[in-house]
């Protein structure tokens, strides 16, 4: 019988036991909690109840509640939210594969329910093992390949994460205790055996083990080492210049961005998007801006006589990456606002792009989003013009937003109450 996985014999490794599944548990119970947390934050960062156009998920209903206009303060918040949502999901794959390795003798065991209750446990393992595998998956392949699922990546892992945080909360809820006594009992074994036996006895300790050939400490540090090789090679997505080189795992954007004053990271390229240089010249490019008392036509030139105004502003992509600040120069959003009949309080505003291939056409901003002094419809970058990747002839740019509500190569603007 021990050639059938179902068979406690089939299982060797001595590593397997309740300690390695409860330390393993324990770091997951926090990371998780910080991914979700940080998913939802991100999740109200894209203001979804600007739908349809800022969030198309069909049929949504509660689960796509939102509690606040994401605010503008602190410039970094979406920059850091995104960055610790990312870097950590992808620190944690060590972690989970070392926590599903440990209890895969379960998966087999027979017969499949001895209970009703243990029937019920089995199924809500099964949204707990295959909605983490689900959420790390089309989490990797979103930032890897750059959305190869046009649209839709958000809705997948936004319901994605739903069930899988329902399982991961009642599995939480189960396990936590069980665990956390585990450790406790681990920590007074004071053995200095590399594989003692287990203190608790349990149905994951294999009734014939191999010989060991590492030690629990040794297996730790294996994946603790997975992990932090993880890290090593993501965190750079976060930061400028050499230190952004070392993100060998990290997305790097369409296109090397050189150097000089628009030397940072580009997501889509102008040719990617099927940006025409014609229609960007002085002569054919227009903003065309619309509001309560109509429609005004500016060329950039006309922009660049309006007041113009500086900002301080990071880039922050939805994949974890993120820029440093950049010096954006140009027409503050509620200026614009003013110039077609909104004098005091500026009102949401739809923008949309010259870009006609892609996903990305357009985006709206909250009231508060154009209200902010810093939120600028901008020409210049560093001191220099937009390039022709980094939204030329204009582009928006928001504190605190999310890299996607940034439109750049902006044909129309729409002022009102969305
Ligand atoms: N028209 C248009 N605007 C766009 C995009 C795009 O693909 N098309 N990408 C958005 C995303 S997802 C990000 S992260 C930022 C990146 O800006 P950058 O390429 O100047 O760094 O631009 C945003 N604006
Ligand atoms: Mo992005």
Redesign the pocket.
Known sequence: MTRSPSSPGFWRSPLRGPWLTSVLGVVLLGGITVLFVTGLVSYAAYNPNLAPVNDKTPDKGILGFYLFSWPTDPHWLYRLNQGVHVTLGITLIPVLLAKLWSVIPRLFALPPARSLAHALERISLLLLVGGALFEFVTGVLNIQLDYIFPGSFYTLHFYGAWVFFAAFVAHAVLKTPAAVRNLRRLREDDSSDPVPSDPVPSDLVSPRPDPPTVSRRGALWFVGGGTLLLFATTVGQSFDGLLRRTALLAPH?GADPGSGPNG?????TARY?GIDTAETTEDAWRLVVTGRTGTVRLSRAELARLPLHSAALP?A??EGWSTSDQWWRGVRLRDLAVLVGYDDDPPDVLVE?L?RR?A?RRAALRANQVADPRSLLALYVNGEDLSP???FPARIIVSAAP??L????VARMTFGDL
């Open positions: 954007g940072f990271q580009i997501n889509k998007a880039i992509c939805v792009s870009q892609g990305f990747d980094h939204g890299g996607v940034n439109t750049k190569w």
